[in-house]
């Protein structure tokens, strides 16, 4: 299992190169593209792509002190312990205020033998000529790309907030 160190480090590494075009949408799930990229150690212009879709379930008011475990279908044993460090540091999830399912699916893994900077770009074409506004660009770390993943979903997350707690407001629900 991974330490508090390898999540900091997954974290710390963790870019959004292409962020979707809008939020989480709060009446509705929500469903995301992403290819994960990350260079795989000590190689030299070898990167790992990772093509997939993460489905966010409409959110759902959670009252303060009844936070569950998050739920992560489909997720392996390094994004459960990232999820269970995040539930031991209550401080660090402050800005999560509704819960969600979190499923990741239809991950395709591919080795491309060239630079990182061609092959986002390749990618970033590739969503311009399909135009995909839901889809994003991550690099990552190879290793623990699961907990990159799940950052940059608990960064959505902490984006559309605002605008879902407005909407939910906008409707009499909170």
């Known amino acids: 299992m991974k330490s508090q160190d390898d999540f900091q480090y997954a974290i710390e590494n963790t870019r959004v190169l292409l962020a979707p075009d809008r939020r989480i949408d709060t009446f509705g799930s929500t469903r995301f593209r992403f290819y ?26 959670v009252a303060p002190g009844q936070y569950s475990k998050l739920m992560l279908e489909g997720f392996g044993e390094k994004a459960r312990g990232f999820a269970d460090w995040l539930e ?13 399912e979190f499923r990741k699916m239809e991950v395709v893994e591919e080795i491309v033998h060239n630079p990182m900077p061609e092959v986002v770009e390749r990618i970033r074409g590739r969503i311009n000529r399909a135009e995909e506004p839901l889809t994003a660009i991550i ?5 623990a790309w699961e907990v990159c993943l799940l950052k940059f979903t608990l960064d959505l997350v902490q984006q559309s907030a605002g605008g879902n707690v407005n909407d939910f407001r906008r409707r009499g629900l909170l």
């Open 139 to 143: 690099e990552g770390v190879d290793d």
């Open 36 to 61: 994960l990229v990350s260079e795989l150690l000590d190689s030299i212009n070898v990167v790992r792509v990772r093509d997939g879709r993460i489905e966010a379930e409409q959110p759902r008011i």
């Open 88 to 100: 031991a540091h209550p401080h660090k999830l402050a800005f999560l205020k509704y819960g969600f």
